[in-house]
């Protein structure tokens, strides 16, 4: 239906969906943790800068929060949770980091993304931007202060691998075998913590 025949009652209820749209879209139910473990529920969004956006009910204004109060924040889609932590990295100030797989040894993600250049189609014509998405995996012992980064380059993969679990024989058999091609990282991290970490 064209906009301009839209009546005043039909457009009002396109743009009240819209903005319910909206503002669903911006939050997601979620459990928020402190770092003394006091826990609320709500509803969340994680932003770009480290920061919480958090509201115990959709009506209410979200508050700013950061790593100075919180420590985890859990978002339950349906199928599983998805939490984010506040992590340290040596000297860095605490990061939000995706939580893959916890334990003594934990595996820990940090979605990106950016915009490949235009590049040109041909005939003088330019093809039009795409947006790429990333994502980079880093291993932390709890008794350690850097993180081992897990390598995206496929030739230093295995290499770096065998650095991250150099004090664990069970899952460097793994890595060395031609058998690495049947784990996924969070099985080897799986691997690691059941047979060289300890209980999480």
């Known amino acids: 239906m064209p906009l301009k025949s839209l009546s005043l009652k039909s457009f009002v209820t396109l743009f009240l969906i819209l903005l319910a749209a909206k503002v669903n879209g911006q939050s997601t139910e979620a459990r928020l943790i402190l770092l003394d473990s006091t826990e609320f529920e709500g509803y969340a969004k994680v932003l770009k800068n480290n920061k919480i956006l958090f509201r115990m009910d959709l009506e209410d204004e979200p508050d700013t929060w950061t790593s100075e109060q919180v420590r985890r924040i859990e978002f339950d889609n349906g199928f599983k949770i998805i939490a984010y932590e506040y992590v340290k990295f040596g000297?860095?100030?605490?990061?939000?980091?995706?939580?893959?797989?916890?334990?003594?040894?934990?595996?820990?993600?940090?979605?990106?993304?950016?915009?490949?250049?235009?590049?040109?189609?041909?005939?003088?014509?330019?093809?039009?931007?795409?947006?790429?998405?990333?994502?980079?995996?880093?291993?932390?012992?709890?008794?350690?202060?850097?993180?081992?980064?897990?390598?995206?380059?496929?030739?230093?993969?295995?290499?770096?691998?065998?650095?991250?679990?150099?004090?664990?024989?069970?899952?460097?058999?793994?890595?060395?075998?031609?058998?690495?091609?049947?784990?996924?990282?969070?099985?080897?991290?799986?691997?690691?913590?059941?047979?060289?970490?300890?209980?999480?």
């Not at 784990?183 to 209980?199: K, M, R, T």
């Open 91 to 200: 000297e860095s100030r605490p990061g939000l980091y995706r939580v893959i797989e916890p334990g003594f040894l934990s595996l820990y993600a940090i979605d990106d993304s950016y915009w490949t250049p235009n590049t040109p189609v041909g005939n003088g014509l330019m093809g039009g931007s795409t947006k790429v998405a990333t994502t980079s995996y880093f291993l932390k012992r709890k008794d350690q202060i850097d993180p081992c980064p897990v390598s995206r380059n496929k030739k230093m993969w295995k290499k770096r691998l065998l650095e991250c679990f150099e004090d664990c024989p069970e899952v460097k058999e793994i890595i060395l075998s031609d058998r690495v091609k049947e784990y996924d990282i969070e099985d080897l991290v799986w691997n690691y913590n059941e047979y060289c970490g300890g209980v999480p």
